[in-house]
């Protein structure tokens, strides 16, 4: 929880002009006591053609924390924010797990995350036990995904758990930040049953660094 008496600020994943947001990040920083990095929600580099991917690649969280540090920023200013949910990819041909190929069209171009459908963690938990393929990790990307059959259309869906929510948290201690944030805690299911709790106890457990 951020502190009630101090200014925070919400900047994307990487100062490097991403997203079309330039902003002089240095100078807010010093305006402010907090700044709350969108570690996620990252367009993919697509090189090697328009297949779904993880919206915040550990590669690409570190990255972009690394960088607002070069800039001269305090780490202790940083708070790493993540999401507890994940994209549903309509492949568009499936050419076998993690060659999800998608649909290149005005709405989501650059390929990415735009492509697909939000989902939370709670429905994803619920659906990977009927997958086609059960969980998959992905050791580039460093996040986990798993593929279903909806009719005749595949479809992939790549997501935060605690495996690898615990990794991107390793990243505090790595960069000395200010700590951890979550976007929309109530993705996960807080009802009284004993999965669904032991569940939500891993998703927050995750964000202590190891």
Same mark, same amino acid.
């Given at each position: 929880?951020?502190?009630?008496?101090?200014?925070?600020?919400?900047?994307?994943?990487?100062?490097?002009?991403?997203?079309?947001?330039?902003?002089?990040? +240095?100078?807010?920083?010093?305006?402010?006591?907090?700044?709350?990095?969108?570690?996620?929600?990252?367009?993919?580099?697509?090189?090697?053609?328009?297949?779904?991917?993880?919206?915040?690649? %550990?590669?690409?969280?570190?990255?972009?924390?690394?960088? %607002?540090?070069?800039?001269? =920023?305090?780490?202790?200013?940083?708070?790493? #924010?993540?999401?507890?949910?994940?994209?549903?990819?309509?492949?568009?041909?499936?050419?076998?797990?993690?060659?999800?190929?998608?649909?290149?069209?005005?709405?989501?171009?650059?390929?990415? &995350?735009?492509?697909?459908?939000?989902?939370? &963690?709670?429905?994803?938990?619920?659906?990977?036990?009927?997958?086609?393929?059960?969980?998959?990790?992905?050791?580039? *990307?460093?996040?986990? &995904?798993?593929? &279903? +059959?909806?009719?005749?259309?595949?479809?992939?869906?790549?997501?935060?758990?605690?495996?690898?929510?615990?990794?991107?948290?390793?990243?505090?201690?790595?960069?000395?930040?200010? #700590?951890? #944030?979550?976007?929309?805690?109530?993705? =996960?299911? %807080?009802?009284?049953?004993?999965?669904?709790?032991? *569940?939500?106890?891993?998703?927050?457990?995750?964000?202590?660094?190891?």
């Amino acid at each position: 929880m951020l502190d009630a008496d101090k200014v925070s600020f919400n900047v994307p994943w990487s100062p490097n002009c991403k997203n079309e947001r330039c902003f002089d990040f +240095l100078t807010i920083s010093q305006a402010c006591d907090i700044l709350f990095v969108a570690s996620f929600d990252i367009p993919n580099d697509m090189r090697d053609g328009c297949v779904a991917r993880s919206s915040a690649a %550990y590669h690409h969280v570190l990255s972009g924390m690394s960088a %607002y540090i070069k800039l001269g =920023i305090d780490s202790r200013k940083l708070v790493m #924010g993540v999401r507890w949910s994940g994209y549903d990819y309509t492949c568009q041909r499936f050419l076998g797990a993690s060659s999800c190929e998608l649909e290149m069209t005005a709405q989501s171009v650059p390929c990415s &995350y735009s492509a697909a459908r939000k989902i939370p &963690y709670k429905e994803i938990v619920q659906r990977l036990p009927r997958s086609l393929t059960g969980r998959f990790w992905d050791d580039d *990307q460093k996040a986990p &995904y798993f593929v &279903y +059959l909806d009719g005749r259309t595949y479809h992939e869906v790549w997501y935060n758990d605690p495996e690898s929510i615990s990794m991107r948290s390793s990243i505090l201690k790595k960069l000395k930040l200010r #700590g951890i #944030g979550v976007l929309a805690a109530n993705n =996960i299911n %807080y009802t009284g049953d004993a999965r669904a709790a032991m *569940q939500a106890e891993e998703m927050w457990n995750a964000l202590c660094p190891p």
